[in-house]
């Protein structure tokens, strides 16, 4: 007897990791807000229902978003648990870096990513990824194909946002090396129901602690400096060990989604050669192109939050503790948001509402570099070639395509993606 879509687990099915927009959809027609029967917990698939629970930081807290399967560390108790959620804070798993952090603790830990985040700083950083990625790109045509996501984009944003952290060049490639080898996937669907969480990118910690250390006690005119050396907006200089954790949270989180959205935007070039043709004669096209993937296959499946108090999302009462899934993937394609969902239209009204970076105070603070890096190399991409197409001996042939996505809950990426070049 086949399962119903509230029935299956989100967190461990395979077949959800393979389609997860037939999963959505199946669950959207029981409901845009919806308490599931195979976990204790609401998934929120409505696009509407999505932006009032991002909005909403008075009745949900961010505490649970690295790891929603972690059970509460303290007894619920009563309708309103903000005052237990924030004496427990620190038994909350990873709940010490900005994606996880609620009201003033948020916006402290977000004022010292924005000195990485200046005009000045994205421009020098751009000429970098037009230089790096001019390498990187040559050095694939000329072999005429490529395994994209290890050869290509993993190298590049790792590069990328080593840069524009002012990660000293002896060190850059070794961070490469340390990637390159496997990093731990966060959200593993395997690993799902496991109180234990992988801390990802932790051989980073004592790069960073030096970094800092160095720096205070020894300033240069330099972006570690700068970061180093940030305040919060009281004045306080931060604790070391937040200016490491949040650095290192911004590369992994940076490195990753940048490197699936590139993939994942490769895998509609090179399966529509009337678009890949479009966009190579006009470059204009490729920001508008951008935003449709984003809409379509955003690198972030799905986002998650802890109920604080009693409350209502739509019409469906949530109680106290509740952990909700908000499905941004499904919210992306709500039919009552977006005309024929499902569908790629390259110049898609009011495109950049969707919700592949967020909304409200948690909105991504890279989203302007993830555009920028994806939108440079493709660029260079289309200038060193006259054709890209997919491997046939590697995904099958048209109609019959095979690919295989990373086994986790939070991203949407491709494993690997094999491509062919023409050169011009």
């Given at each position: 007897?086949?399962?119903?879509?509230?029935?299956?687990?989100?967190?461990?099915?395979?077949?959800?990791?393979?389609?997860?927009?037939?999963?959505?959809?199946?669950?959207?027609?029981?409901?845009?807000?919806?308490?599931?029967?195979?976990?204790?917990?609401?998934?929120?698939?409505?696009?509407?229902?999505?932006?009032?629970?991002?909005?909403?930081?008075?009745?949900?807290?961010?505490?649970?978003?690295?790891?929603?399967?972690?059970?509460?560390?303290?007894?619920?108790?009563?309708?309103?648990?903000?005052?237990?959620?924030?004496?427990?804070?620190?038994?909350?798993?990873?709940?010490?870096?900005?994606?996880?952090?609620?009201?003033?603790?948020?916006?402290a830990f977000r004022s010292l990513m924005t000195v990485l985040f200046t005009p000045s700083r994205l421009k020098s950083n751009e000429a970098y990824m037009?230089?790096?990625?001019?390498?990187?790109?040559?050095?694939?045509?000329?072999?005429?194909?490529?395994?994209?996501?290890?050869?290509?984009?993993?190298?590049?944003?790792?590069?990328?946002?080593?840069?524009?952290?002012?990660?000293?060049?002896?060190?850059r490639e070794t961070f490469r090396r340390e990637i390159d080898s496997g990093p731990p996937i966060v959200g593993a669907i395997e690993d799902s129901r496991?109180?234990?969480?992988?801390?990802?990118?932790?051989?980073?910690?004592?790069?960073?602690?030096?970094?800092?250390?160095?720096?205070?006690?020894?300033?240069?005119?330099?972006?570690?400096?700068?970061?180093?050396?940030?305040?919060?907006?009281?004045?306080?200089?931060?604790?070391?060990?937040?200016?490491?954790?949040?650095?290192?949270?911004?590369?992994?989180?940076?490195?990753?989604?940048?490197?699936?959205?590139?993939?994942?935007?490769?895998?509609?070039?090179?399966?529509?050669?009337?678009?890949?043709?479009?966009?190579?004669?006009?470059?204009?096209?490729?920001?508008?192109?951008?935003?449709?993937?984003?809409?379509?296959?955003?690198?972030?499946?799905?986002?998650?939050?802890?109920?604080?108090?009693?409350?209502?999302?739509?019409?469906?009462?949530?109680?106290?503790?509740?952990?909700?899934?908000?499905?941004?993937?499904?919210?992306?394609?709500?039919?009552?948001?977006?005309?024929?969902?499902?569908?790629?239209?390259?110049?898609?009204?009011?495109?950049?509402?969707?919700?592949?970076?967020?909304?409200?105070?948690?909105?991504?603070?890279?989203?302007?570099l993830a555009r920028t890096e994806i939108r440079v190399i493709l660029n260079h991409l289309f200038d060193q070639t006259s054709d890209i197409t997919l491997?046939?001996?590697?995904?099958?042939?048209?109609?019959?395509?095979?690919?295989?996505?990373?086994?986790?809950?939070?991203?949407?990426?491709?494993?690997?993606?094999?491509?062919?070049?023409?050169?011009?």
């Amino acid at each position: 007897m086949m399962k119903q879509a509230d029935e299956i687990d989100y967190f461990t099915d395979y077949e959800v990791l393979k389609d997860p927009y037939k999963y959505f959809d199946d669950l959207r027609a029981l409901g845009p807000v919806l308490q599931l029967k195979s976990r204790d917990m609401v998934m929120v698939t409505g696009f509407k229902e999505s932006v009032d629970v991002l909005l909403n930081t008075e009745d949900f807290s961010s505490v649970n978003c690295v790891v929603p399967t972690q059970p509460l560390p303290f007894e619920l108790v009563g309708d309103d648990i903000s005052t237990q959620i924030e004496k427990h804070w620190d038994e909350f798993i990873r709940s010490d870096i900005l994606v996880s952090a609620d009201g003033q603790r948020h916006k402290a830990f977000r004022s010292l990513m924005t000195v990485l985040f200046t005009p000045s700083r994205l421009k020098s950083n751009e000429a970098y990824m037009n230089e790096l990625a001019d390498k990187l790109v040559r050095e694939v045509v000329t072999k005429g194909s490529c395994e994209l996501v290890r050869d290509v984009a993993v190298p590049y944003v790792t590069l990328v946002i080593a840069d524009l952290l002012g990660i000293p060049d002896e060190d850059r490639e070794t961070f490469r090396r340390e990637i390159d080898s496997g990093p731990p996937i966060v959200g593993a669907i395997e690993d799902s129901r496991s109180k234990r969480q992988i801390e990802p990118f932790a051989f980073m910690v004592p790069y960073f602690q030096r970094y800092i250390e160095d720096r205070r006690a020894n300033p240069q005119d330099d972006v570690l400096t700068e970061f180093a050396t940030a305040r919060y907006p009281d004045g306080s200089l931060p604790d070391p060990i937040d200016v490491i954790k949040n650095a290192t949270f911004l590369f992994g989180a940076g490195q990753d989604t940048s490197a699936k959205l590139l993939g994942n935007s490769m895998r509609y070039i090179v399966q529509d050669p009337d678009l890949q043709k479009r966009l190579r004669e006009d470059r204009k096209l490729i920001p508008a192109f951008l935003e449709e993937v984003l809409r379509l296959e955003g690198s972030t499946k799905a986002t998650f939050r802890l109920a604080k108090r009693k409350t209502k999302i739509g019409d469906v009462e949530i109680p106290a503790g509740k952990t909700i899934i908000v499905a941004l993937a499904a919210a992306n394609r709500d039919p009552m948001r977006w005309e024929n969902p499902s569908e790629f239209q390259l110049k898609r009204e009011k495109i950049k509402e969707h919700l592949a970076f967020g909304r409200g105070a948690h909105t991504c603070i890279g989203n302007p570099l993830a555009r920028t890096e994806i939108r440079v190399i493709l660029n260079h991409l289309f200038d060193q070639t006259s054709d890209i197409t997919l491997s046939e001996k590697h995904h099958g042939p048209a109609g019959h395509r095979d690919f295989s996505y990373e086994p986790t809950y939070i991203i949407r990426g491709l494993e690997n993606l094999n491509i062919e070049f023409t050169p011009k």
